[in-house]
């Protein structure tokens, strides 16, 4: 080929296109939109859902508020603490709180699962609603505080863990269903996030109290069975084996309560305790029922962690 040719050949070649630079920059955004920075696939679809999420959120904050506002002062001798400062109508406004709490959110998680499939996206894992079960434990553990401390350092602490407790569960839950492995890896970490900080909460909540045992032990059992049941979610079994596993859990919890109580430990020594048990129990269950079995590098996970926090505990209380 000559020289003329050459130049010829590369000047016959169709120019390339030119790049629009909005087409660019909707490009960039349709790939580099996320959901708050967390690297999550974009859901302005489902935002009125996040929405209601949100609102539920702020509305049990603001009742926990009240309630924090209502018991703050010196109060009266009395033993336990957390009934210091309270009445029967305290506790009954309490359990509305909670109720609603606990309807509201599993209203709005319908809602976003509702919208999530009007978009295409595939529906919930199971058929077992437990929505619920954190933003109830969550709202109980921060009332539980604010009775139990009845102080102005509560005014801020209890409504940030209902608020927290609440969002924080809906949020993971939802974006749980992500197809991408990303998205569902980071909101597997902060559901397990969630579920662990309110777990800390509650148990530490009813352990400061120094409860008698026939009383806290099914508490810290109903507090454990409600968090495995919702840990749970992730694996997508059946509802009756998902039962079954959370009372296991429970089983678990209410024997370690009731042989912590012998142990004169601080309260939140005992919170983070239950907690490291719990951290053991829900995650081998949790294996398990995703996989079937339960290997050796899974019982170092969470046996080796647990034990040592147990361990590390025990040596500085």
């Known amino acids: 080929m000559t020289d003329d040719d050459r130049s010829h050949s590369l000047r016959s070649r169709p120019p390339a296109e030119p790049i629009d630079e909005e087409d660019e920059d909707e490009q960039a955004d349709e790939t580099n939109h996320k959901v708050f920075g967390l690297g999550i696939s974009s859901a302005e679809n489902r935002q009125p859902a996040y929405g209601q999420g949100v609102v539920v959120s702020l509305l049990?904050?603001?009742?926990?508020?009240?309630?924090?506002?209502?018991?703050?002062?010196?109060?009266?001798?009395?033993?336990?603490?957390?009934?210091?400062?309270?009445?029967?109508?305290?506790?009954?406004?309490?359990?509305?709180?909670?109720?609603?709490?606990?309807?509201?959110?599993?209203?709005?998680?319908?809602?976003?699962?509702?919208?999530?499939?009007?978009?295409?996206?595939?529906?919930?894992?199971?058929?077992?609603?437990?929505?619920?079960?954190?933003?109830?434990?969550?709202?109980?553990?921060?009332?539980?505080?604010?009775a139990t401390y009845h102080n102005q350092l509560m005014l801020l602490v209890g409504p940030l863990i209902a608020f927290i407790g609440t969002a924080g569960a809906l949020l993971s839950r939802d974006l749980l269903d992500e197809v991408d492995e990303q998205s569902s890896r980071v909101a597997s970490t902060i559901h397990t996030v969630i579920v662990h900080a309110v777990a800390f909460f509650a148990f530490s909540a009813v352990y400061l109290n120094k409860l008698d045992s026939w009383i806290s032990a099914p508490l810290i059992g109903a507090i454990a069975l409600l968090l495995i049941l919702e840990t749970l979610e992730r694996a997508g079994i059946e509802p009756p084996r998902r039962l079954l596993f959370s009372v296991i859990g429970a089983w678990v919890l209410i024997q370690s309560t009731l042989s912590l109580n012998w142990w004169p430990t601080y309260g939140w020594t005992g919170g983070a305790v239950l907690l490291a048990i719990f951290y053991i129990t829900a995650g081998l269950l949790l294996v398990y029922a995703e996989h079937g079995n339960v290997q050796r590098r899974d019982y170092a996970e969470f046996g080796v962690v647990g034990g040592a926090a147990i361990l590390l505990l025990a040596v500085l209380s």
């Open 60 to 146: 049990t904050a603001a009742a926990v508020l009240i309630l924090a506002i209502i018991t703050v002062g010196s109060g009266v001798e009395g033993d336990p603490p957390v009934f210091r400062n309270t009445s029967p109508l305290f506790w009954v406004v309490s359990i509305v709180i909670m109720l609603l709490a606990a309807g509201g959110a599993q209203f709005a998680e319908r809602t976003a699962a509702n919208a999530a499939s009007s978009v295409g996206q595939p529906g919930a894992r199971t058929s077992m609603a437990t929505a619920w079960t954190v933003p109830l434990v969550s709202v109980f553990a921060a009332i539980f505080l604010v």
